[in-house]
């Protein structure tokens, strides 16, 4: 009679912890207490780099021929910048060949700001059409240019910082979050940027995005835990979907 007793008992509980977490699930994918995307100010870390930034001298820089390689050996790649606009093609010549670094390196230090997302924005878009074309040879020449980086890193991850914060100011979509969730020696402040995108981007792609690069690569506590829980009201349902899909893998141990 116990055995029978304490067995009803136990399945009792489990009924009734599978409805609490059957009307959770329900709750959140409904939208039933969504909450409005309003931009917000960004964190100032990323201004306030800027403001200290050794800048490039604009009269020093030289435009190249952005629609052809200089060396033999990278005639090879031309083909694949049809298409490509000034700056995608000196981002495409620097990883592909090492080609034009000066150019690209003082853009990235330009005193301009517009001129410094400019080149962020086409660095991001060149990675994220090139990133899984085996066919180029892409990868693992962006790979090595990555760990070729060096002093120059700070001052690509703060450009592409400023074009992530320019879209959302200006509600455009964007994929730079990918190129700087795969830079290397990613820190605190950068989930803090993308916590910040995670709540405040109107764009539900860069919100799902980098809410994905906070839980996934991050995986600080203090960020994931909390933004998860924030991003349950997300207007949007695919954002309520991954972040409800991310607490439940961190709850079994998968993330």
């Not at 964007?174 to 830079?183: D, G, V």
Request: one cysteine or more; glycine letters at 6%; aromatic letters at 10%.
């Amino acid at each position: 009679m116990m055995r029978c007793s304490t067995r009803k008992k136990i399945l009792v509980t489990l009924a009734s912890v599978v409805l609490v977490v059957v009307a959770v699930v329900v709750h959140a994918l409904a939208g039933l207490s969504t909450q409005p995307i309003l931009y917000a100010a960004p964190p100032a870390f990323v201004a306030q780099y800027a403001e200290n930034m050794q800048y490039s001298e604009p009269s020093s820089l030289v435009k190249v021929n952005a629609t052809a390689f200089e060396s033999p050996e990278g005639a090879h790649y031309t083909k694949w910048m049809q298409g490509f606009s000034y700056e995608e093609a000196l981002v495409f010549k620097a990883i592909m060949a090492g080609e034009s670094l000066d150019e690209l390196w003082g853009l990235f230090a330009h005193p301009d700001k517009a001129v410094r997302i400019k080149i962020a924005s086409a660095f991001a878009a060149v990675n994220i059409k090139f990133s899984h074309h085996d066919e180029s040879g892409f990868p693992p020449k962006r790979n090595q240019f990555w760990k070729d980086l060096g002093e120059q890193l700070p001052n690509v991850r703060n450009a592409l910082s400023e074009g992530l914060i320019e879209t959302a100011k200006h509600g455009t979509a964007t994929r730079i979050p990918y190129t700087l969730a795969w830079l290397p020696e990613m820190g605190t402040e950068t989930l803090k940027l993308f916590e910040w995108a995670a709540k405040h981007h109107p764009d539900p792609n860069v919100r799902r995005s980098s809410m994905y690069y906070v839980a996934y690569i991050g995986r600080e506590e203090e960020f994931s835990a909390p933004l998860l829980l924030n991003r349950a009201h997300d207007p949007d349902y695919s954002v309520r979907k991954l972040a409800l899909g991310l607490r439940f893998r961190r709850l079994v141990g998968d993330l």
